[in-house]
């Protein structure tokens, strides 16, 4: 089967006043994976991230976004073909659902029809039907709720891709565990569809990537499908990764 390279970096680098905070970094996404980065703080991972829709800049090398040299994109109109989703949500406050949803349609000028149309079709997808919830305000809504419209809105336009950044981190480990299955189900509904989500824990990472990439101290570790990292770690680094989690089960098996 023939892949696609949405994303690649060719021997990129950023340094913060004079701290390397990724060092030469080559990596290339395809189109439709679902792609978890894991790291601890300080490893890089959430600047890869910002990167890809150019919050940030890299200081040498290049990122190509379907082909094409990111640097030379408008970065504004680059932003309306990338969904972002981030913790904090952000969802507009004196704004409804349907209209929270719809933010980008408009400034892209869709028409009405296309934009009803569109708010509709994701609030099913969410599971927020469009008839009890499209007139509703963020604050009617649990957190799980938001962060569920939050995906919505990133989906909003149709990008080819969307970056998570530890959108769950903040929420109950219950509503999080519901979250990342309907994560997981709305990525394979949508087919062809490249998410790249951020995460420092673990099982996140490896239930919902189909590949994990593993950073420490602004370099790759590894990257792999979490059963070829499971079975084959590469350095110390990651191999003590698996082995905290290996203590961690038995710690659960011994009181289950």
Known sequence: MATETI???QEVS?????????EQVSLAIQKGEFITILGTSGSGKTTILKMMNRLIEPTSGKILFEGEELSQLDAVSLRRRVGYVVQQIGLFPHMTIGENIATVPKLLKWNQAEINARVKELMNLIQLPYEEYSNR???ELSGGQQQRVGVAR???ANPDVVLFDEPFGAIDAITRSSLQEELRNIHRQLGDKTFIFITHDIYEAFRLGSRVLIMDEGKICQFDSPEQIIQSPQGAFVANLIETVKEQEKIWRTYA
């Open 14 to 22: 950023k340094i913060y006043n004079e701290k390397t905070v990724v």
């Open 154 to 156: 990133a989906l909003a």
């Open 137 to 139: 305000y963020p604050k």
């Open 7 to 9: 994303i690649s970096f």
